[in-house]
């Protein structure tokens, strides 16, 4: 039996915009969207980070224009006290000491603290690297990528998770029927979740208490919208890779939620999943 593990949810900084933007029906006021990235404490494979959330290095890569631009449209707040190494240490890891960063997408709110991990490697799927491989500034900037938050080393310690052996998943995954088994025990398997960009990598997820939970990431924005099946505003399409594949990756959280009420999953912009989340977790940090 694969061996459980333990998560720490850390917001690491937040960006406002509309909610309407973001699922059809939604508020017109500016709403909080946290940056959420996962602790996870693997009992032998020591601390491994599920995305970093914001950094610093966020401002100063988006100091120049046309990177600017990003900024303005998503206004980033990142208080002391929700920097990443500092979040890790209250909870007894130093920056060195992590040895995976998973990567479930390339934007900018989920990779902007990778620098500050000098030893992590770097998991991701293959053609989510391969869609931003030579893109120039502006390009990039159009697919929310900031080549300046990418650690000068960061090929050498990249592994792809399509690498891993492909496990088939309970029946308690369904319609999710494959995951790349990433530490080969079990106990992360990595969801390919296209769509939103190329091919974020989701996560399923046993806790040691036995509890479930499934990462994943952008595929929505809320979990009202894979509850609900509500869509992004006409005016999100532009931010997809793929619409069509956002879609029907929605469909598939959507199926999974009505399926298994118990199962957490987790949306990484989702401020009431997060929090309810962690007032549930025993392990909340
Ligand atoms: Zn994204």
Known sequence: MAPGVELHLLEVGHCRH???????????????FPSLCVLILHPQAGPILYDTGYAERFDEATA????????????????????????????GVDAADVVRVLISHLHADHV??????PRARFVALRAEIASVRGLGR???????????????????????????????????????TEGFDLLGDGSLLGIPLPGHSACQLGLAVRRSDGRRCFLAADACWSARAFRE???????????????QAYRRTL???????????????????CASSIAALRDDWSGRP
């Open 112 to 117: 902007a603290g990778l620098r500050d991990l």
């Open 229 to 243: 099946r509500r869509l992004p505003s006409v005016l999100a399409r532009p931010l997809m890779h793929d619409w």
């Open 64 to 91: 120049p224009v046309p990177e600017r631009f990003y900024r303005w449209l998503t206004p980033v707040t990142l208080p002391p006290h929700q920097h990443l190494l500092a979040q890790l240490r209250g909870c």
């Open 251 to 269: 469909d598939d959280l959507g199926a999974l939620a009505l399926a298994q009420p118990d199962l957490h999953i987790v949306p990484s912009h």
């Open 18 to 32: 509309p909610e309407w933007i973001t699922i059809r029906g939604g508020a017109w006021s500016a709403c909080r």
């Open 138 to 176: 502006v390009a990039g900037l159009r697919r929310a990528f900031l080549p300046a938050l990418l650690p000068g080393d960061f090929d050498a310690r990249l592994e792809y998770a399509d690498d891993r052996p492909l496990r088939a998943l309970g029946s308690e995954w369904a319609p999710f």
